[in-house]
């Protein structure tokens, strides 16, 4: 049986997230640790999954300390020390759950969750009825959002409002945001308006999903009202960074200003910001500049990738960021995605540059594509070995990683990365160049031929 995805278990509640299987993962999870930490989303079905995680957990042996609603990078602060289950879907939609597990504030990597796999499929049969876990109620989100505004301000000026001055506008999505994000703004000094601030497990104001096409509202509000629009997704992990001027600020780019920041900020020897393959060249870009690496690792696993890094590196390494698009994990503050540490230091890099243009303005932002090629799941591992052939023969200058799909960088800080999606039949084709039509036009062709072969 295969449970986890990129991201925990996820799926629609009647046929694959069932109270059942709920309970069978607690019971497989509650073998791991004596205490878990136990959280869920604003989803209707959050109750009944989070009480069958909990009867799992406890009829294993292990002590649950149940922390109720609250978004997922809470859960995550309040597991360090111990182990958390959350119970959500993240930015799927409402008639989806989901289960996340986390080991002292980071998540469980790909041999913790096919240990608890393999648990399940065995079929655990409780602990002796004297060896069961207890459980109590834990309040951890005013803690959490006092941590996330004491970090922002060491992370900036040190002052205790730096954002006195700034207008912020937050859509919070009818999601966990809404219990933290406009608090910890507003307790760092900013004006702030919040929409879709109330939880509501059936996202009646907009798809959970933060897009441009789904920030609608919030980017006509941006517009003259707001130095800054963010929008989160459902748990929070997630977030959005919409301009003045109401449109969205590409995600890289904001990787880029954040990746930038926190190199500059570092005082090792060897700082390193880990991301994944399909984030852009002008992330390398902005950290070569500031004296630091990029290193990559596969989307869904940043945790894996700061344990390499941190492993393979010496005394003067430092893991200073990681992020995929949309996603953060600020490694000075904690091992998790958070989306409301991002919006709370993002603000302060606006608030301080006196805008988002001047963040933006030594970015390099070249035209972006994705694509996607039909491929049949059978034809995928030897289409991408033909492409780790021919794409390098292809580009001859360029520098090629072939760990997660076939990347090419070229000279110019174009790229373009190949890779098989894990869950539909395609192979992905994903580029950033000032001429990025040819150069998708040249790999699609290639992929194309790859699949046919």
């Not at 925990?8 to 509640?13: L, S």
């Not at 299987?21 to 989303?41: H, I, M």
Request: hydrophobic letters at 40%.
């Amino acid at each position: 049986m295969t449970l986890f995805g990129t991201a925990g278990i996820r799926g629609p509640v009647r046929d694959d997230v069932t109270p059942e299987l709920a309970l069978a993962v607690g019971r497989a999870a509650g073998q791991d640790g004596e205490t878990f930490v136990v959280g869920r989303d604003g989803r209707v079905t959050g109750p009944a999954l989070a009480a069958a995680m909990e009867a799992g957990l406890e009829s294993a042996g292990a002590d649950v300390r149940r922390v109720g609603q609250v978004p997922t990078p809470t859960l995550a602060f309040a597991s360090r020390g111990r182990r958390g289950a959350m119970i959500t879907a993240s930015h799927n939609p409402p008639q989806d759950n989901g289960i996340k597990l986390f080991d002292d504030g980071v998540e469980y990597d790909r041999e913790a969750e096919k240990a608890v796999e393999r648990r399940v499929d065995d079929g655990l049969s409780p602990a002796p009825w004297g060896e069961w876990g207890d459980g109590e109620e834990l309040d951890v989100t005013e803690a959490y959002c006092d941590a996330v505004a004491t970090y922002a301000r060491e992370t900036g000026t040190g002052a205790e409002r730096p954002l006195s001055g700034l207008s912020v506008a937050v859509d919070c999505g009818n999601g966990m945001a809404s219990l933290a994000t406009p608090q910890v703004l507003r307790r760092l000094g900013a004006d702030v308006v919040a929409l879709n601030a109330n939880v509501d497990g059936h996202f009646p104001g907009r798809e959970s999903k933060p897009t441009p096409e789904t920030l609608t509202d919030l980017r006509e509000f941006v517009q003259g009202d707001a130095d800054l629009g963010i929008g989160h997704d459902g748990d929070a992990d997630r977030i959005v960074i919409v301009g003045p001027d109401g449109d969205v600020i590409h995600e890289d780019t904001i990787l880029a200003v954040l990746a930038s920041h926190y190199t500059a900020a570092s005082d090792a020897g060897d700082p390193v910001v880990v991301t994944t393959p399909n984030a852009s060249a002008r992330i390398d870009e902005r950290v070569r500049a500031e004296g630091g690496r990029v290193e990559r690792v596969r989307l869904g696993s940043l945790h894996e990738g700061i344990a390499r890094e941190r492993a393979a590196g010496d005394a003067d390494t430092e893991i200073v960021f990681a992020a995929e698009p949309w996603k953060h994990i600020h490694t000075n503050f904690g091992g998790w995605i958070d989306g409301v540490a991002s919006a709370a230091v993002v603000s302060g890099l606006v608030a301080e540059a006196g805008g988002t243009e001047p963040l933006r303005e030594p970015v390099t932002e070249r035209p972006y594509r994705k694509v996607s090629v039909e491929c049949p799941d059978e034809r995928k591992s030897d289409a991408m070995e033909y492409l780790s052939v021919r794409l390098p023969e292809q580009y001859p200058d360029a520098d090629v990683n072939t760990d997660y799909g076939v990347r090419v960088e070229l000279p110019d800080s174009s790229w373009v990365l190949v890779r098989p999606s894990g869950t539909e039949p395609y192979i992905r084709v994903y580029a950033e160049s000032d001429e990025v039509d040819a150069l998708v036009e040249t790999a699609v062709e290639a992929v194309e031929n790859a699949v046919g072969q």
